[in-house]
Structures are given as C-alpha cells and as structure tokens.
C-alpha cells in the first residue's frame, strides 16, 4: 500500500520485548527502565495475525527487534509461525548477539533469512564500558555462528555518537572488513527531542523513502518512531489499525514521548 505521501510501506519492524541483556550507555540508563508487565505484552499467535494481515496490505519485508528478541523465550516459535506467512522475501532480526552463538542455527531452522548484530566497539573493555558489563568475545562467536548457519548477510549495527571516523567505529569497520561482514553507522538518536539522521550505509532516517511501521510489544501499531501517533490493534483490530497508520503516516518524524529504544527497537 502507499502512504498519503506515495511513499510504499512494505516494512514492518516488530519491537516483541523490552527486555535485554545489556545496559547499552545510549538506551537504557545502570538502574534498567520500568518493564512493560507480562500481561500486555503480545502473544505470538497475535503477532503473527499482525503480520499476516500486514502481508495482505503489501508488507513482504519483516524484521524482530527488542529489546533484545533473544531473551524472550520460545522466540524461534515465534519465527517459525512468521516464515510461514507467505509474501515475505525479507525476513530478520536485529540482536546484540549475546546468545547468538546458541540461537543462530535454531533461528535459521525456523525460517529465519538473515541478522544485524548490533556491536559498538571491538576492544573488549571499551564494549564492556558500552554496554555496562557485556562481553564482545560472546557477540564475535554469535556472528561466526550465524555466518556459519547461513543468516547471511550479517549487517554490523555501529552506533556513533558523531562521526563514523570515531576510533571504535573505525576499529568496528575494519573487524566487518576483514570478516566479510555489511557495516551500517547510525548516530547517536533522542526521541524526545527528535534528533535523528539518515544511516551511514542503510536507508533508515531518511523520511522522503520511509517504508516502515513498527509493532510495539504491547500491540501499538506506530506510522514512525519519531512520532507519538499509534494504534491499538486491541482496540481498533489489527486490519484498521495498520490501516490508519499507513494513511495517517506523518511526512516526516518529530518527537516522540511515549516510548523508549529499549521497547520499540529503533
Ligand atoms: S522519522 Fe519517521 S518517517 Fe522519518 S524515516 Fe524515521 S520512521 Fe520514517
């Protein structure tokens, strides 16, 4: 379907937990954030109607995001039921790849086509300062893992607080080089005061192209993340939900006050 800015939507981002196993300096303050209760939190069987009606409306492009998705147990039930859905020629995920070691074959039996892994820095003790105590030898045996199973390409996530020519990133860059690894640089974001720019290597942020809606874990149907429009398919239904975000989908981004990184998945 296209938006009231011809713009075609056929990407839909699914953020199915706010939960994660890293304090990422950038996302989560030491302390972690409040959780969203079990209780609101979207079944899988729910999700994948979302994304079947979605697929019905032109999404052929789906990625799970978190938090961190792997923390949510069963999550490859969840990929499974997704890849079943036909119309669907992209299908990912974006990990931090804490547990991908464990889960890359897993996901790839389920159905799932390919992974971006997030990774800040490649010097062991700047990643555990990043993330407040995570540890990079676990995240460089996930992407060998997933390159070995075939979740390929494995996209490398860097996010910089300026520049890509920072050290870390530049150290970043040239570990995917030489890894044979896609690098993507995304700066720094705040949505509460919509300071976003255009990915260094990808196509996110830039508005005039957006092809995106996401799913919040609780069911809100978000048109942007720069945005404090949403839907809720508990009380709209999912059909007229994506319905109304796709045709009151803002031009452009803004702010966003209602959500955090850590449940909406960037
Ligand atoms: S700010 Fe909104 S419209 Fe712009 S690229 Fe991001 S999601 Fe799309």
Redesign the pocket.
């Known amino acids: 379907m296209f938006d009231c800015y011809n713009r075609k939507i056929s990407y839909l981002r699914i953020s199915i937990t706010d939960r994660c196993n890293l304090r990422c300096y950038y996302c989560m303050p030491e302390g972690g954030v409040p959780l969203i209760g079990h209780d609101k939190i979207l079944h899988y069987e729910e999700i994948a109607e979302v994304v079947k009606e979605a697929t019905a409306l032109g999404i052929d492009k789906v990625r799970i995001t978190g938090g961190e998705p792997l923390v949510r147990r069963g999550v490859e039930e969840l990929v499974a039921m997704i890849a079943q859905i036909p119309g669907i020629n992209d299908f990912g995920m974006t990990t931090n790849g804490i547990l991908l070691e464990k889960y890359a074959p897993i996901l790839k039996e389920a159905g799932l086509h390919r992974v971006n892994v997030s990774l800040d820095a490649i010097n062991p003790s700047r990643y555990r300062e990043l993330t407040r105590g995570g540890d990079v030898e676990q995240v460089f045996r996930g992407i060998e893992a997933a390159q070995q199973a075939g979740l390929t390409p494995v996209k490398i996530n860097c996010v910089v607080q300026q520049t890509s020519e920072e050290k870390d990133a530049r150290e970043v860059k040239e570990y995917s080089r030489s890894h044979n690894l896609e690098i993507r640089f995304i700066h720094q974001m705040s949505l509460e005061h919509g300071c976003?720019t255009?990915v260094e290597g990808g196509d996110?942020?830039?508005?005039s192209r957006?092809?995106?809606l996401?799913l919040t874990a609780e069911g809100k149907i978000?048109?942007?993340?720069?945005?404090d429009i949403e839907f809720d398919i508990k009380e709209l239904g999912i059909r007229e939900a994506l319905l109304q975000a796709i045709n009151l989908?803002?031009?452009?981004?803004?702010v966003n006050t209602l959500n955090a990184f850590n449940n909406i998945g960037g």
Request: net charge positive; aromatic share 10%; charged share 30%.
């Open positions: 976003f255009t996110g942020g830039d508005c957006c092809s995106r996401r978000k048109p942007c993340l720069f945005s989908k803002p031009e452009k981004g803004s």
